[in-house]
């Protein structure tokens, strides 16, 4: 059986009075690609925010593969194997896309030293790993600077995975893309399922129902409602609070 990778218990913050996430609690296996939808407002990315530890909670908890990072700074919960991917991402955009993996993908705390120093069997391995995975073999010489939008975002998630992410957690991957970059994404993501453990923040329905395990629907702060796609459409409180102003499309 999958172990847990991520048990939020009842997590809260209070901003002076105002509950933005209240007493939300849910489970992810390792693995799982799990979807978060809910409305403007309904408190997604502070969520994201008290995983990653861009805020600290007010109320309840979270553990990693057992262990707990609650309220750890941002940094140690990203060496803990958080890894957090904005809509904007953060590539070196002057260094080539090898050079950004390599970066990624090695021990050293600094760039430059990373590209001089030979690299370690492990770290080549890793390398390798995330070409692979991202699909950026033909892309490698070039400057991540040219590189179109989704490419810039396979890029990111690359990192990540080089960094040593083992918990993903990306907000509206797809914004901005193609359909033809979506479908792509959507083929990356099934490629990390089972390895990888991906909490996903979407809107986009067709590319949900491509990727997700299973859904979780927040409403005001907290957990509405969780299981597959088709017991989620078909949920009449989620209708009510979410999909009431147009369904799920
Ligand atoms: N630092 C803060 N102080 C006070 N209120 C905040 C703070 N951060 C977020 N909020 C409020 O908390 C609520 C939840 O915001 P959040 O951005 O988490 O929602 P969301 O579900 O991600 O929405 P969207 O889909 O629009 O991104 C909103 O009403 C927002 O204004």
């Known amino acids: 059986m999958a172990q847990n990778a991520l048990v939020i218990d009842g997590i809260g913050v209070d901003f ?9 609690s849910t489970v992810i296996e390792e693995g799982e690609v799990r979807v978060l939808l809910g409305a403007n407002g309904a408190g997604k990315t502070t969520l994201m925010d008290l995983i990653s530890g861009k805020t600290k909670s007010t109320e309840g908890s979270v553990h990693l593969f057992g262990r707990e990072i609650t309220n750890l700074e941002e940094h140690q919960i990203a060496q803990a194997g958080v890894g957090r991917k904005f809509q904007i991402p953060s590539v070196f ?27 370690n069997a492990a770290e080549r391995r890793r390398f390798d790993e995330v070409v692979e995975l991202t ?29 040593g992410a083992r918990v993903m957690l990306l907000d509206e991957p797809t914004a901005g893309m193609t359909v033809g970059e979506t479908m792509k994404t959507a083929a990356l993501i099934n490629r990390l399922r089972g390895d990888y453990t991906m909490l ?29 796609v088709e017991q989620i459409e078909q949920n009449p409180a989620v209708r009510e609070a979410y999909l009431g102003s147009g369904g799920i499309h």
């Open 135 to 163: 699909a950026l073999g033909d892309v490698l010489d070039r400057v991540a600077g040219v590189l179109s939008h989704g490419q810039t975002q396979w890029l990111e998630l690359g990192m990540l995975i080089g960094q």
């Open 93 to 119: 955009r002057d260094l080539t896309v090898r050079e950004n993996l390599i970066v990624a993908c090695a021990r050293q705390p600094s760039v430059l030293g990373n590209l001089r120093l030979r690299r």
């Open 16 to 24: 002076s009075g105002f509950k933005a996430v209240d007493g939300f």
């Open 200 to 228: 996903v923040v979407e809107h986009d329905m067709a590319f949900v129902r491509e990727i997700a395990s299973k859904i979780t629907v927040m409403h005001l702060g907290k957990h509405l409602a969780e299981g597959r």
